[in-house]
């Protein structure tokens, strides 16, 4: 597997790591931006989808989503230490098995199959994403690096996945789209033809806001020229299957 995004995965686990662990109880049973969801309850989420991963990382799939169609879940402990610790063991698992694989070895997740690479990245985007829940629950504002440029990759490249299942037709092939985002370090990241005649620019960090579903188009800084731009920043989600 690709080392960089292994370590880059195993950041965003510490940076989320670092701030819940400090955490009193009482925050921990704070409601977070996700409706009926206290902070444990998106620590918890977390947990679970990561022993989910192991399943499909090992072979056993069918385990993850049949029969119910939902993974296997359990309540959530009252201790917020057994919360994090059972994070902890269950993202430490899945992590090393990732570290044994092929990058392209694939991956049965969701809509269909994806390489273990973008199985890595879509673990670092959710991990990422419900740390920002986390972090709007405690009151403190998370430092966005460079590491978003999975995260960023990702949402440009889920977009036939993401019109295909809200079941809307994009108003011009994808393929007229480009993006031009600044990261937070002031690099620019581009993505799409560069004689695109539609475009979004902005910031990185917006762009994956709203991708995640974290931050409403229109509170965004990034502007959409053309009708398919637009309709991106509604549609956009950056959730992938390489059958997409």
Known sequence: MDDVLLDDLAAEHEVLDELVASLPPDVWAKQSPSPGWTLAHQIHH???????A???LTGHSDQVFAPTGRWPDRPVPSDPAEVLANWRASRTASLEVMGTLNAKAPIIWGDGPMTCRSFATARLMETWAHGLDCFTTAGIEPVDTDR????????FRALPYAFRNQGVTPPAPLSELRLELTSPSGETWTYGDENAPQSITGTASHWCRVATRRMPPEDADL??????????????????????
């Open 46 to 52: 977390l947990d679970v989808s990561e022993g989910a």
């Open 54 to 56: 192991l399943l499909a």
């Open 148 to 155: 978003l440029r999975h995260v960023a990759h990702l949402g």
């Open 223 to 244: 502007i959409a020229e053309g009708p398919l731009a637009q309709e991106v920043l509604t549609t956009a989600r950056a959730y992938l299957s390489d059958g997409a």
